[in-house]
């Protein structure tokens, strides 16, 4: 199976996310922003950073780059999507997610290892998980913050969209302690916490972010089969 992961002007963890792909038994693709074209993929990841500077808003311009026409095409098609940090930030820019990240709560830039707990297997993403596993994976973010309306909070949380949920405290003011939705098909998540960073035992806090790279590749050869 082929994730594409894909290339902004100022992405930061684009390799990390085709290596967890590599580690989970997938074939990753570099896909580049520029190119309105997926290369065949199966699944597509958008990584962490600081795509385009991060100016205007975080994922405001990333949203126009010419993959983007096809991520979206693809991802309304049915096509698993996965969102890290900024890769969430620019999910809801281009609206295949609802709801926005801002400023966190305290004014600071934070980087911790971030208990959560897994709220949905529901997705393509998070299938290898178990409803209510508690996992801990890398949180690194200045605009982590999730916010939406109240009825949009209600909808999530009433659809079973909340995906992951921050446990420990709250790191960055998102509302109701949300750290990961998805859309209503279920193959689109984006959460702000980085589990390409949680993949290897000598690296980072453990193995806990491998599973939502092996879900996606169950999920796509169960398809094709």
């Known amino acids: 199976m082929k994730v594409g992961v894909v ?12 290596r967890a792909v590599t580690l989970a038994g ?27 500077g991060d100016y205007l808003r975080c994922g405001a311009i990333a949203r126009f780059a010419p993959v983007m026409t096809e991520v979206v095409r693809a991802a309304e098609g049915g096509m698993p999507v996965l969102g890290i940090c900024n890769g969430f930030q620019v999910l809801c820019e281009s609206h295949l997610l609802p709801g926005a990240l ?5 004014q600071k830039f934070l ?7 897994v709220e949905s297997t529901a997705t393509a993403w998070t299938a290898d998980f178990t409803a209510g596993q508690e996992i ?18 209600d909808r999530l949380e009433g659809e079973g969209r909340v ?19 998805s859309n ?41 089969a």
């Open 163 to 181: 995906v992951f949920r921050y446990l420990g405290g709250n790191p960055n003011g998102s509302l109701r302690d949300i750290a990961g939705i």
């Open 136 to 153: 801990t994976i890398p949180l690194k973010n200045g605009e982590g913050g999730f916010v939406a309306d109240e009825a949009t909070l």
């Open 102 to 106: 801002v400023r966190n709560d305290h």
């Open 111 to 117: 980087c911790k290892d971030q208990r959560l707990r």
């Open 7 to 18: 290339t902004f002007p100022g992405s930061l963890d684009d390799g990390d996310a085709r």
């Open 26 to 52: 997938g074939e990753a693709v570099a896909l580049w922003h520029a190119d309105a074209d997926l290369r065949g993929v199966d699944a597509v990841v958008l990584p962490g950073g600081f795509s385009y």
């Open 184 to 224: 209503e098909r279920g193959n689109v998540v984006g959460l702000m916490p980085h589990p390409e960073h949680a993949v290897e035992e000598l690296f980072g806090p453990g193995l806990d972010g491998l599973g939502l790279f092996t879900s996606v590749l169950k999920a796509g050869l169960g398809a094709i």
